[in-house]
């Protein structure tokens, strides 16, 4: 045995490095062959090689690590081998080629490993038999497994999901088994057999892969004899399975919600197909395409969109037996009258309870043909009176009276193919896709049946000519001619008169008409004009459709009643549709090959997407407004919202402008532009669209500008196979990825959009060759953290997101500033404070001022004074000013504040004692003063206008009232030297901002009248003296706190002063 084990190997615990002997494989010699890589943070060991010489007959086993191969080849590769090993519980990873190699080895156990490559593949067989792989992980591989020239292998219980390509991939491979594996969510298909016979794939659950869920392929090499059994193969992109070999068994499998066919059998023969459940397909139930002698048997088909078993192209000779089918039936889309009159189709089969009839070139059929019957398919057969048989197909079938059938729930009530002159009456039938469908045939005549609620047409006429129809009624759906098949003389070769209606109102088919006015649709159900012109089409509530018709103008026109298109041109140019409101058709406004027309006005929404068309595997189902190989058409101010589909779908049209409508709350997508060239998008709010909001797919030269794009669930702009288209002005916000290019999409600008907020990331780019600035200006983005010190707008480094670069970022910093005056807690009275700002970063643009809480704010420079007559309207208090900065583009800095007091109330000043003219002998008197004021800064006094030598001023604050009691000895010394007589005393009070107020009083002295006049001043300056101590601290402590100034005694020539 040898083995190659290539990459970073550790133990699975992640702790320790993997050495020699960490792998035990039984008693195998093992040579190691070990490297470090240079300049590793820790000691990562690369094994190249490692060779195994093994005794034969022991389990040789490798478990329990974590193998990470640095893009290296294979992770383990085993080749050449007989011998019994096992690999398991182990991390295979970021292989380029391959986690596990098996080449030409045998018996080997692949058993829990999680097998995530990278690469190519998850795990190779290759000439490599006998193997068995059970409950592995195997994702995020190019193929999860791939097989090649491999045979008796076995898979059992693995998990292959999201893998690149297919889950499983089986080349000329036989007698593999793959039992109750997990095989979804696969880029292409699920399991996928080129060329192998007697393979056993049962119980596997197979979903939501992007092509087929299973694939038997035989184009070139054989896919036969293989067994397909009781697997659940649901919700894949396009078929549940294709088998395309012969003799293979497909049993009681479930197959159902795929997006296209349950079941197909496509080219070879002979298989069966038994006692499957298909169910609520997309398109048919089960399909036989080009492949005959197969046998479909006991199979339940119900709710299937087209039909439930269908037969098409050269498709011969196979037996139809026993089936139940609800909702759809037995369907012959085309063929030849040789291949859909040799099928094998009997009474045992179906179709909502009842019998199947199938004729073939017969003559002469009667009510007795057709008891108890729930579709009745005539091949090549005249001259029959069919009634009561249930759904109706007549193909190659002539001269055939068709009447009072039920022809409910089904795809066609009524399909006649190839058939001529056939009376078709007193019919009705309600739920179907299209109620009577009339395809290359002439002559028929279609009356008086009743069709309720087809979900695309009531009746649909392709290909044909001179059918004649009258008398119908129609409700909740319309009559429809296919123009893109049919030739304009088939169109105009139809016969329809005004007793047809549609919804209660009339039909009106005119053909060659001009100038046709409001009189001319009078009570309109529908209207169709074929090659018509000038046409003036308002106020009605009715679809509309122009075939060849120009200048037609549609206004105030409200559908609303399921029609297939609430309007349609084809090949009409120069309409202006205005006004209307066009909701739950299955697309709202359908222009195909079609110019110079406009939608100006109007609203669009919930289109339920039922029975649309279809371009390749490009579904249009419930868009809003689709636009297809038109040219030159302008959308403008729509409201387009709630579709299932896109908004706005445009394909194959170039020259497109999409101008101020709001596309929201699409399902599919806000806006799809596919294959198209020199769209102008601009001014639309693309917002909550449960996809994208605009999808770019193979378009070019298209301009995006001026748009909102905001809250879509998935990627703002997604891009693929797109180039040299150009992005502007947009704002990309809160979707998952603001714009996301793939490696396709090519040479693309970006610049001057805002971006941020985006759930993941504001952009991706897959292939690094999108320029996102033109050179001069690039984009805001969420996490930019540069600086733009210039204020020109461009930040001054380069913005970096993964490998891209936006070389001219937009951002703009708030400046930054600080104030240097005025200071917290300054005092300023009737005169506005000056202020000074510094700037410390940025260039300031401009400078606003509010105050308090105000709204209103008021410009200035970095330096200036309040705006006085603001300042004249505050009373005394504290005062905040409010500061901010801004730059050029307004951008402003954090606001700054200042609390800074106001004072504009001088200090009120009240003599307590003495009493005026209070006698005073040898003592000196002593005062007591009240001063109210709250900013009290100085107090002063002189006696007759002189100062005392020295004074003794005790000052006692009430913090409440703000009310000073201040007690003032006049110097023994100083009294002395004052003569007899009066003596007027003056005292001064000045607050903080120079606010001043005096008192003055005269007082007797009188030093030689012995009886002294009565005074309470001992009694005064005795009560006080006890409480100076500590109302004096309190005091100085208190002032000194609130007000941060000092007690103070100041001497001078004049004034004997007290500061606060």
């Known amino acids: ?37 240079p300049f590793a943070r820790t000691w990562i060991y690369v094994i190249p090689f490692i060779l195994l010489i093994a005794n034969s007959g022991f389990p ?20 050449n081998s007989n011998d019994f090993f096992i690999i398991r519980n182990s991390l295979l990873y970021n292989s380029s080629y391959n986690s596990i190699a098996l080449l030409n080895t045998t018996n080997g156990r692949i058993i829990y490993n999680n097998l995530s490559g990278l690469g190519s593949r998850g795990i190779t067989f290759d000439y490599s038999n006998n193997n068995t792989m059970i409950g592995n992980i195997v994702t995020n591989n190019g193929y999860g497994i791939y097989l090649s020239n491999s045979r008796t292998n076995t898979f059992i219980q693995n998990k292959i999901k999201f893998n690149n390509y297919h889950g499983i991939y089986s080349y000329l491979s036989d007698n593999n088994t793959f039992l109750l594996n997990n095989i979804s969510y696969n880029g292409f298909g699920g399991l996928f057999i080129n060329g192998g016979d007697y393979n056993n794939i049962s119980y596997n659950t197979i979903k939501f892969n992007q092509e087929n869920g299973i694939d038997l392929y035989s184009y070139f090499n054989p896919a036969n004899f293989n067994f397909v059994m009781q697997n659940n193969v649901s919700y894949n992109q396009y078929s549940g399975m294709q088998i395309t070999g012969h003799n293979n068994y497909i049993l009681k499998n479930s197959v159902n919600f795929n997006l296209r066919i349950g079941i197909l059998l496509l080219g070879d023969s002979q298989n069966i197909v038994e006692n499957n459940t298909c169910n609520s397909n997309s398109e048919s139930g089960l399909r036989v395409q080009s492949s005959s002698n197969n046998n479909l048997t006991m199979n339940y088909l119900a709710n299937n969109k087209k039909w439930a078993i269908e037969l098409i192209d050269t498709s011969e000779n196979n037996t139809i037996t026993q089936n139940v089918m609800v909702g759809s039936d037995i369907g012959f889309p085309f063929g030849s009258v040789s291949s859909m009159s040799s099928q094998s189709i009997d009474t045992t089969n179906l179709v909502n309870g009842k019998k199947v009839y199938y004729y073939t070139h017969e003559i002469g059929l009667n009510p007795n043909n057709f008891t108890n019957s729930g579709q009745t398919i005539l091949v090549n057969c005249s001259g029959s009176n069919i009634v009561n048989a249930g759904g109706i197909g007549l193909y190659y079938s002539n001269n055939n009276s068709v009447y009072e059938n039920d022809f409910s729930s089904r795809y066609y009530g009524i399909f006649i193919y190839e058939s001529n002159y056939n009376n078709i009456t007193n019919n009705s039938g309600y739920g179907n896709s299209r109620g009577i469908m009339v395809q290359d045939s002439l002559n028929n005549s279609l009356s008086n049946n009743s069709i309720l609620e087809s979900t695309e047409f009531g009746i649909y006429i392709i290909d044909s000519l001179y059918t004649k129809v009258t008398g119908n009624k129609l ?102 549709i205005t006004s209307v409101i066009v909701s739950n058709s299955s697309i709202g406004i359908y222009l195909r090959s079609s110019y110079f027309n406009k939608i100006v006005s109007s609203t669009i929404y919930n289109s339920t997407g039922t029975g649309a068309w279809e371009f390749f595997h490009s579904r249009t189902i419930g868009t809003g407004v689709l636009i297809s190989s038109s040219m030159d058409n302008v959308i403008i101010n729509n409201s387009i919202f709630l579709n299932i589909g896109y908004g706005l779908h445009i394909r194959n049209g ?47 030269l298209n301009n995006l500008r001026s748009n909102s794009i905001k809250n879509n669930h998935k990627s703002g702009v997604f891009l693929i196979a797109s180039d040299d288209n150009q992005f502007f002005m947009n704002i990309f916000q809160s979707n998952t990825y603001g714009i996301y290019l793939t490696y396709s ?59 891209s670069v936006d070389n001219y970022p937009l ?44 709204t209103t704010s008021y410009s200035s420079s970095i330096n200036g004074f309040v705006d006085q007559d ?191």
């Open 475 to 576: 409700r909740g759906c319309g009559f429809g001619l296919d123009a893109e098949i049919s030739i304009y003389s088939e169109l105009a070769s139809q016969e329809f008169d005004l007793t047809n209606t549609v919804n209660g109102g009339i039909f009106y088919y005119y053909k060659n008409r001009s100038n046709l006015g409001t009189d001319n649709f009078s009570n309109a159900g529908q209207i169709i004009l074929l090659n018509c012109s000038y046409a003036d089409i308002k106020g009605i509530n009715a679809s509309v459709t122009l075939y060849y018709s120009d200048y037609v103008t549609i206004s105030y026109v409200n559908i609303s009643l399921y029609f297939n298109y609430g309007i349609y041109l084809y090949e009409s140019n120069y309409a202006n």
């Open 60 to 79: 040789y086993i490798i478990e329990n690590i974590s193998i990470n191969s640095l893009g290296l080849l294979n992770s383990i590769e085993i080749k």
């Open 870 to 1060: 603001r300042w004249d309207l505050f009373g005394s208090g504290e005062i905040n000013i409010l500061f901010s900065v801004n730059d050029s583009r307004g951008v402003a800095a954090e606001t700054k504040r200042v609390s800074i007091i106001k004072d504009i109330e001088s200090p009120n000043i009240t003599i307590l004692s003495p009493d005026a003219f209070q006698v005073f002998n040898s003592t000196p008197p002593h005062f007591i003063l009240e001063i109210v004021d709250t900013y009290l800064f100085m107090l002063t006094y002189t006696v007759n206008n002189q100062t005392p030598a020295s004074h003794n001023i005790i000052t006692i604050l009430d913090l409440y009232s703000k009310i000073y009691t201040c007690h003032i000895n006049l110097d023994t010394q100083f009294w002395d030297g004052l003569p007899n007589g009066e003596i007027i005393i003056k005292f001064y009070a000045n607050d903080t901002v120079g606010n001043r107020e005096f008192k003055e009083i005269t007082i007797i002295k009188n030093v030689t009248d012995t009886t002294e006049a009565p005074s309470d001043t001992s009694s005064a300056s005795i009560s006080a003296f006890p409480i100076f101590p500590v109302l004096g601290f309190m005091f100085i402590a208190s002032i000194f706190y609130y007000y941060s100034k000092k007690v103070t005694t100041t001497k001078n020539n004049s004034i004997s002063s007290f500061f606060l």
């Open 654 to 700: 170039d020259r497109t402008g999409v101008y101020d409508n709001n596309i929201i709350e699409n399902k599919e997508g806000g806006i799809f532009i596919e294959y198209s060239n020199d769209i102008a998008i601009s001014k639309n709010r693309i917002d909550e669209n449960i996809g994208v909001g605009v999808t770019f797919r193979g378009s070019d």
């Open 1 to 37: 045995m040898i083995i190659g084990i290539y990459g970073s190997v550790r133990k699975r615990d992640w702790s320790t490095l993997l050495i020699l002997p960490s792998i035990l494989l039984g008693s195998a010699i093992v040579f190691l062959v070990v490297h470090r890589i």
């Open 811 to 854: 951002w703009w910093d708030a400046p930054k500033f600080e104030i240097l005056n005025p200071h917290i807690g300054d005092f300023f009275g009737i005169y506005s404070p000056e202020f000074s700002l510094n700037i410390t970063e940025g260039t300031a643009s401009s400078v606003k001022y509010s105050f308090n809480n105000e």
């Open 745 to 803: 999409a090519t040479n693309n600008l970006v610049y001057n959009n805002s971006f941020f907020e985006n759930v993941i990331q504001d952009a991706y780019e897959e292939f690094l060759n999108t320029q996102w600035d033109d050179g001069l200006i690039g984009n805001s983005w969420t996490n930019y953290i540069g600086k733009d010190i210039n204020d020109d707008g461009i930040g001054d480094s380069a913005y970096y997101f993964d490998r």
